[in-house]
Structures are given as structure tokens and as C-alpha cells.
């Protein structure tokens, strides 16, 4: 796939810190074609809160920027919406707003016959307007299971999106059975890691970053998204509060509305960190964590950090999500709080740097390079 043009539809924000499928699959398509990246046009209804005044905020100030150049070939533009899906007079308000939005930057661009790639339902409506010439449906998660969001709606609209798209590719075994149900031909095309990125966590060079220099080892590491959507809050103060002596070091997006663990001064919380640096945070993990919740929505998912921890030779200890249980003979599972101390315990007094290089190397061909190729792949097949 050369030379192409390509709208693509994304459930993050560009500059949100996360490094999803998304933007590891937008990158490697803009090597080779003009990619328009359109930031997340968001699924839940907004509360009368701060943080979604500030989301609100930001999401005009960048819609006032217009298209951003990223690299020679990808650009990346914030249109505004109205969020509140599911009524009828403003989704069509919305279907109008995005067409001229999306036909704009289409011809400023150039963006002839363009293969139409969302990883959202809800922009089902305005399919078919830019004379596209392939619709690719990329579903990483269970949107209807997010917190917020008008289910039965997202749900319809997924549905229409299922039987229009030419292509569903899904990232989990559990999505791949739910959505074969309306669409066959569905790809199972699990996430994949940059290999050669994370594995500077076991370089003699690497340095650990000031910010945890000097935090009390051993240090228990997660990075990801910090909120009740994804983590066992119950879990994390079981580990605090039996060992004092460990750091819990959390990284990542934090939610407004998490419980409040400053009580547990073991616990430490730095927010987001640059995705570069964080084979240089992974060097000081003693073990990486990965304290889902049991839902629906972590049932469903893939979670890319498990690669990621494993790419930097951290041993892993995780509750029983589907997508990990392939991993089994790599990683710890443990299926409640004794046990995931006790594989903490395990994996503290008993790990290697012969342990931490061989995680590294089983990863070598979970690469995203060979993730992409078989993408491009399906999309031309």
C-alpha cells in the first residue's frame, strides 16, 4: 500500500501521551501515504465537571489551530462536535459538521479515493461522502462497555458500521468471536510492540529517570490508564498496605474521579511520561503489574503494555484478562489479591537478567513491523 491516501478516524488524541495501535499503525502508514488523522469526536456525554471544561477547553483551542503537520505525510486535526450522541436533531447536526469539516481538509489535501480507516462506531453516518475507497473498521476495545457512553446507540451504530465496513479487524480473541457473529470475515490481529524501543530497558547505558531515582526499591511498576474503568483499586491498597516497604509507581493518564490513595505513601502517582523514556521507567520496575478490574470491557481487551513490559525484560504479574492467558508460560497470572502478592513475592526473590533477556527476545517477533505487514495485508487482500 503506496502512495494511497488515507482518513482515519481515532479514538485518542494525538498528543495524549498514550501510544495505542492507533498511532504505532498511523505512523507506519504515513511512511508511504498522505494520512489525515481526526482526533477523537468523543463517545460519552459530558458532566458538569472541571476536568471536562478543561477537555472542552483544549479540544476548541486545537479545533483553532486547524490541520497540524506531524511528518511529511500525516496531519492531525480536532473538528468539533456536539457530544451528545443518541438525539436525533444533533446527529445530524454532527453528520453535517463532520462532512464539511472532513471534505475540507479532503480537498485542501488532496486526499482523492481515500481508504477510510475508524476505530469508532459513530461516525457511521457520514460513510460514503468521500468517495472512498475502502471503509476499514480497526475495533481494540468494547466501546459500549465504557463508562458514559449512550450504549444503545453506539451499539446500532457499530452494527451498521459491521455490515458496511470491507474490512473488521479486532484485537482480541473475545472481540473476534463477539463481532464474527455480524461480520465473518473478521482479522484477529493482536497489538504489537516496538521491540527494539523497549529493550533499552536492559542496555548498561539506559539511565533511570531523576523523577524515581531515589524511590524506595523494590518498585512495583504500571503505566497505562489510571481509572475505574481499568484498575482494581482494591488490589493496589492490598499491596500497599501489606508491604510498606515496596513503591507501587503508577504512570499514566490519570482520571478525575479515582479513589483517593494518598493515605498510602508507598504509592506513588506521577501522571503521563514521554512513551520514549519509558524503557528507562521500565528499568527500575522490579516487577510490572498489569491490576485489571474483571468487566467487560478488560475482558474484551488486548492490553499492548503486557508486550511492552515484556520487550523490556520485566517480569509480569496480571489478573486473569483472556488476552494473557497465552502468555502463561512467560508471566505470572494470579486470580486474586494473595496470589498476586505471592507471584510479587516470587518474582522479587527469585528473577534474573537471564529471566529479563529472554522475556526480551520472545518478543522479537511480536514486532509491529510484522503486525503492520499483515495489515497491509488484509486491507489489499
Avoid at 479514538?11 to 477523537?40: C, F, M, P
Avoid at 468471536?177 to 523497549?198: A, Q, S
Avoid at 520485566?314 to 508471566?331: D, F, R
Avoid at 516470587?346 to 522475556?359: H, L, T, W
Amino acid at each position: 500500500m503506496k502512495g494511497n491516501n488515507v482518513i482515519y478516524f481515532s479514538s485518542d488524541e494525538w498528543d495524549s501521551g498514550l501510544k495505542t495501535s492507533q498511532y504505532h499503525i498511523a505512523i507506519r502508514l504515513s511512511r508511504e501515504n498522505k494520512v489525515l488523522y481526526i482526533n477523537s469526536i468523543g463517545l460519552r456525554k459530558p458532566k458538569a465537571s472541571r476536568s471536562d471544561l478543561t477537555r472542552i477547553i483544549n479540544k476548541l483551542k486545537k479545533y483553532l489551530k486547524g490541520a497540524q503537520r506531524i511528518n511529511s505525510n500525516l496531519f492531525v486535526f480536532t473538528p468539533i462536535v456536539i457530544p451528545f450522541h443518541g438525539i436525533k436533531c444533533i446527529d445530524a447536526i454532527n453528520t453535517i459538521l463532520l462532512t464539511l469539516f472532513i471534505r475540507y481538509y479532503q480537498v485542501k489535501l488532496k486526499l482523492y479515493k481515500p481508504y477510510l480507516l475508524t476505530f469508532l462506531p459513530n461516525i457511521v453516518d457520514i460513510l460514503g461522502r468521500f468517495g472512498e475507497r475502502k471503509i476499514i473498521y480497526y475495533c481494540a476495545d468494547e466501546i459500549t462497555s465504557f463508562r458514559g457512553v449512550a450504549t444503545e446507540k453506539i451499539e446500532e451504530m457499530e452494527s451498521r458500521l459491521l455490515e458496511k465496513a470491507d474490512h473488521v479487524i479486532v484485537t482480541s480473541k473475545q472481540l473476534y468471536e463477539h463481532k464474527r457473529r455480524f461480520k465473518p470475515t473478521v482479522l484477529y490481529l493482536p497489538h504489537g510492540v516496538d521491540v527494539k524501543l523497549f529493550n533499552k530497558a536492559l542496555k548498561a547505558e539506559t539511565e533511570v529517570p531523576l523523577d524515581i531515582k531515589k524511590l524506595k526499591k523494590p518498585i512495583i511498576g504500571f503505566w497505562g490508564h489510571i481509572s475505574n474503568d481499568w484498575l482494581d483499586f482494591g488490589l493496589i491498597r492490598s499491596l500497599a498496605l501489606r508491604y510498606p516497604e515496596w513503591t507501587i509507581l503508577l504512570i499514566g493518564k490519570v482520571d478525575a474521579d479515582i479513589p483517593d490513595l494518598s493515605e498510602y505513601k508507598n504509592v506513588v502517582i506521577l501522571g503521563p511520561r514521554d512513551y520514549q523514556m519509558l524503557p528507562n521507567y521500565a528499568k527500575a520496575f522490579s516487577v510490572a503489574i498489569i491490576p485489571f478490574i474483571d468487566s467487560t470491557l478488560t475482558r474484551n481487551s488486548n492490553p499492548l503494555k503486557l508486550k511492552e513490559y515484556l520487550a523490556a525484560g520485566c517480569p509480569v504479574v496480571s489478573t486473569p484478562i483472556p488476552e494473557v492467558m497465552s502468555y502463561a508460560n512467560v508471566i505470572k497470572i494470579a486470580y486474586n489479591k494473595e496470589e498476586f502478592t505471592k507471584a510479587i513475592e516470587d518474582y522479587i526473590n527469585n528473577d534474573s537478567e537471564e529471566n529479563r533477556i529472554a522475556r526480551s527476545r520472545c518478543m522479537e517477533k511480536e514486532d509491529w513491523e510484522y503486525k503492520f505487514e499483515n495489515f497491509i495485508k488484509e486491507i489489499e487482500s
